[in-house]
């Protein structure tokens, strides 16, 4: 395992997030050029809209430490999984490119410049302003959602799904073992590092905006949810 936090690979997949990419890239480029020694962010589009992903190519933000990948398959599972295979460093940061989270709580994944576990996942407070802006439906869909997950897998966290993840790869060696092609492979992320004995390390975040074009449709979302619920049911406890 990497013993400080000297180098880390950033994945940030997209999916008609690209604007919000090249609005705020400096940003995390900067913070991580004053606290990271060696790093990189790895842009990983994932079915957008070919207007998206030009504009992404027309703002010039690519160089050694900015990389873009088109991932063949849609699905946000398989943004990140490339990601993760492709990564240059072990720890890694999963950051949803809507930009959600202040990249500034990065460096709460580490102490006494070490990483303070091998799994690290985000555990909302969302704010009151959010739960204003957000349609009531998904509030209650995400509380089912959370439910669920920890009676039908048990899986010990409030909050599985969060886009704001720690990984070290050295250590959590099956992080990329995950079966989901879509957001679900959040989910399979806490089976996969009980295998390993790993415990995950929750960190208190709070979301600084929600994007009103959301990528998830309550409807079809549910029917894949229930199904993919079966699958990874089937792969994680039936093998």
Excluded: W
């Excluded at 995390?28 to 004053?34: A, Q, R």
């Excluded at 009980?194 to 409807?219: A, G, H, Q, R, W």
């Amino acid at each position: 395992m990497e013993t400080n936090k000297n180098s880390i690979s950033i994945i940030l997949p997209t999916k008609n997030h690209e604007e919000s990419v090249v609005n705020n890239i400096d940003g995390l480029k900067n913070f991580l050029l004053n606290n990271f020694e060696n790093f990189e962010i790895l842009i990983l589009s994932n079915g957008s809209k070919s207007q998206n992903i030009d504009l992404l190519k027309k703002a010039k933000i690519f160089d050694d430490y900015v990389k873009f990948f088109l991932v063949e398959s849609v699905g946000k599972g398989n943004a990140v999984k490339l990601g993760i295979n492709i990564a240059a460093h072990d720890n890694l940061v999963i950051f949803d490119a809507d930009f959600s989270y202040d990249y500034n709580l990065i460096l709460s994944f580490f102490k006494d410049n070490k990483p303070i576990g091998p799994f690290c996942y985000a555990n909302r407070n969302t704010t009151k302003e959010i739960l204003k802006n957000t349609k009531i439906s998904r509030l209650i869909a995400g509380f089912i959602f959370n439910k669920l997950i920890r009676f039908y897998l048990k899986i010990d966290s409030k909050d599985t799904q969060a886009g704001f993840k720690f990984i070290n790869k050295k250590i959590f060696n099956n992080s990329n073992k995950f079966i989901s092609e879509n957001y679900m492979y959040d989910v399979e992320l806490f089976l996969l590092a009980k295998d390993k004995e790993i415990s995950p390390i929750s960190i208190e975040v709070k979301e600084i905006n929600t994007v009103s074009s959301s990528n998830i449709n309550l409807f079809s979302d549910s029917i894949e949810m229930f199904f993919s619920l079966q699958k990874i049911k089937k792969h994680y406890f039936l093998r």
